[in-house]
């Protein structure tokens, strides 16, 4: 399959059961048949286990735009500084110029498979934002644009979130 999606209309204990199985099934396709081609990644990955790790290490090697949400506090791990520490490769596969947080304004909310998670979300998801060449681009234009009266504010470092 090249895309995996839940369907809305399903309870949040079956989005939940499906969401793993889909999660398992994109991981498993991709090891057997590699990445298929794409030009943008958008992904919201599993917060448990490692996956946060592996998906920004992901998106550090790949060759294409990514947007990922993630809880804001993985921007303080150490696995996040070594991928987008300042420095000469390998250790700066992104250099920290190109990428940027995008901060909702308003706290995401999810819903989780009944009996797993919290009540409401313990932590707050930022997305990471690397859109390739475009990336300086896109930020200043929204800076421009939108300024502080735009869904979200856009920082350049941790420092910022």
Do not use: M
């Not at 110029?97 to 498979?113: D, G, I, L, N, Q």
């Amino acid at each position: 399959r090249d895309c995996y999606h839940v369907r809305p209309a399903l309870s949040a204990r079956e989005r939940g059961r499906e969401g793993a199985v889909c999660c398992e099934g994109v991981g498993q396709a991709w090891r057997e048949a590699g990445v298929p081609a794409h030009d943008v990644l958008v992904t919201n990955p599993p917060f448990s286990g490692d996956h946060k790790e592996r998906c920004l290490h992901h998106c550090a090697r790949a060759e294409c735009a990514w947007l990922v949400l993630l809880p804001s506090y993985c921007a303080t791990k150490r696995y996040f500084q070594a991928i987008f520490r300042p420095g000469p490769a390998p250790h700066t596969p992104i250099p920290p110029s190109s990428f940027f947080f995008a901060v909702p304004k308003e706290r995401y909310e999810f819903a989780h498979p009944e009996g797993t998670g919290h009540g409401s979300s313990p932590f707050f998801s930022v997305w990471f934002v690397c859109l390739g060449p475009h990336t300086d681009a896109v930020f200043r234009w929204y800076k421009a644009n939108h300024g502080e009266r735009g869904g979200l504010r856009l920082a350049r470092t941790v420092e910022e979130l």
